[in-house]
């Protein structure tokens, strides 16, 4: 939500922090989220989750297939050495170090 939110190319952030050879996905019940805020909300949440939708489709981002809560298999994801980038604060401090995060609302940074 970020992306829209402070308007980032998320993309050419990851290529600027990111020295080294990655991947991106999504988890599907981020995707299932996204799909919630767009039915159930109302004006610039709804707006966001739209555009975060249309860049992962045009951008073709593979989607893993996830069940029970995202938190939880993001959680899990980090244990195995998974860069998962977060604006969440509750999820930051249950992750993994290294993560990827949002500073000054315009650059991706690797939190060590």
């Known amino acids: 939500m970020a992306l829209a939110q402070f308007k980032i190319d998320l993309f050419a952030e990851l ?44 951008k073709k981002v593979p989607i893993l297939k996830s069940s029970g809560d995202v938190d939880d298999l993001l959680v899990t994801y980090s244990k195995k050495n998974y860069l998962i980038l977060t604006q969440d604060i509750a999820l930051k401090k249950r992750l993994s170090k290294p993560y990827l995060t949002i500073r000054q609302k315009k650059k991706v940074i690797v939190v060590r």
């Open 15 to 58: 290529e600027n922090c990111c020295d080294f050879n990655y991947k991106c996905y999504i988890l599907s019940g981020t995707i299932d989220e996204l799909n919630k805020i767009i039915k159930e909300q109302r004006g610039k949440y709804k707006v966001a989750a739209k555009l975060v939708l249309a860049v992962i489709k045009a």
